[in-house]
């Protein structure tokens, strides 16, 4: 599967962003989604996750309450809602794939297809 990420940009503290990750190339519907960050010097690490269907969604704690994970089987598109932002979650977010359950604890490297990444930069 092909998946290609887009939406970030550059907003000041406390504003909104939505990301979109377009897959193609397989079937979208079997597909655990999640979002990473990668921020300069540092490790990718896990932001969120989400069932198959939609009924399942994890969050690592630090966006808890102002991130929300939500996707669209019909259009093959996964979305992460940012809102509250704040100048810590600037770095290049990745869109991922995999096969299996969605689970509360994800690695990178427990995903198999990545987007490209795009950059979200938040002014203080």
């Known amino acids: 599967v092909q998946l290609q990420a887009s939406g970030g940009g550059l907003v000041q503290s406390g504003g909104s962003l939505r990301l979109s990750c377009a897959a193609s190339?397989?079937?979208?519907?079997?597909?655990?989604m999640g979002w990473f960050r990668q921020a300069p010097g540092r490790e990718r690490e896990f932001v969120a996750a989400?069932?198959?269907?939609?009924?399942?969604?994890y969050y690592t704690d630090s966006v808890k309450g102002r991130f929300a994970i939500s996707r669209d089987n019909a259009k093959n598109t996964v979305y992460l809602q940012m809102n509250s932002l704040k100048p810590e979650d600037t770095a290049v977010y990745y869109c991922?794939?995999?096969?299996?359950?969605?689970?509360?604890?994800?690695?990178?490297?427990?995903?198999?297809?990545w987007g490209q990444g795009t950059q979200v930069t938040v002014s203080s």
């Open positions: 190339g397989g079937t979208f519907s079997r597909y655990v």
């Open positions: 989400i069932s198959w269907s939609g009924s399942r969604t």
């Open positions: 991922a794939a995999r096969l299996g359950v969605v689970s509360s604890t994800s690695t990178p490297a427990e995903y198999d297809y």
